[in-house]
């Protein structure tokens, strides 16, 4: 594909079996008809999953106050009943998908400044701002953790499975095939998740008695979810403007 091409133009793709009206029953035909390329089936495949579900350990386990004061505010949230480690285990996903953040919005950046954007399309401004603030959460969840006694340097087990989750948001990003357009499709999974995290995280911290910490939540929350709608609005302006072949170049 031209580096002028669009991924909407017509190219060298013959991933569609219509393609070959002769050759293509006969791949089907003999796909049905050819014996499994070893013992097995899917029941016994099934069941192998499922003793890997059974035996299988978890994904992690949260690692233990590092000062005394966070062991004193531990023993008293359990003396209230209150699971304080669940606060800091939805704290430490914040901070380790925050800290994804600011790289996505690293390679929209560099996205917009290979290809530019398009009318109601994101601006320069637009994703600096916005890096601005995942830098921003990031240090209010390092600043919430110590002031907890955690450290915010330990992977928690749900900070694990973001990072997890987040890697195929940032291998789209970082892939130098993709434009702006395709770049921002994947960043906003990224945004929807960011708004359900804050929202649970400030409710969390609001029923455990973290007013404060609640407080700058919901500002996050608001901020997350600017973000998410401009990503909308953006994609919806980039897919119209397409549609009617205004597109200067890719995007």
């Known amino acids: 594909m ?7 133009d017509i190219g060298i793709n013959r991933t569609g079996i219509a393609l070959s009206p002769l050759d293509g029953p006969r791949m089907t035909e003999g796909a049905t ?6 013992a097995g089936s899917a029941r016994d495949a099934a069941v192998l999953r499922f003793r890997y579900a059974v035996e299988a350990g978890e994904i992690g386990h949260m690692p233990p ?6 062991v004193a505010g531990a023993a008293a949230s359990l003396l209230k009943g209150q699971k304080g480690n669940v606060l800091l285990d939805k704290l430490g996903e914040r901070l380790a998908f925050e800290r994804t953040g600011v790289r996505l919005y690293d390679g929209l950046i560099l996205k917009l400044e290979a290809s530019g954007s398009w009318s109601g399309g994101p601006t320069l401004e637009d994703l600096v701002a916005f890096r601005a603030d995942e830098a921003r959460h990031f240090e209010w969840m390092v600043e919430a953790m110590t002031a907890l006694g955690a450290d915010a340097t330990a992977m928690t087990p749900s ?3 973001t990072a997890v989750e987040s890697v195929g948001v940032l291998q789209v990003i970082s892939d130098p095939r993709t434009g702006l357009a395709q770049a921002l499709h994947a960043q906003q999974l990224a945004e929807l998740a960011d708004v359900a995290g804050w ?6 911290a609001e029923s455990l008695g973290h007013g404060e910490l609640a407080a700058q939540c919901r500002l996050a929350l608001a901020q997350e ?3 998410a709608a401009s990503v909308a609005r953006w994609l919806k302006a980039h897919a119209e403007t397409a549609a009617h072949g205004e597109l200067a170049r890719a995007s």
């Open 33 to 38: 008809a050819t014996a499994p390329s070893s």
């Open 225 to 227: 979810n600017l973000h």
């Open 159 to 161: 900070a694990d499975l």
């Open 65 to 70: 106050p590092l000062s005394l004061r966070g």
């Open 199 to 204: 929202d649970l995280l400030a409710m969390l």
């Open 2 to 8: 031209s580096k002028n091409d669009r991924p909407t």
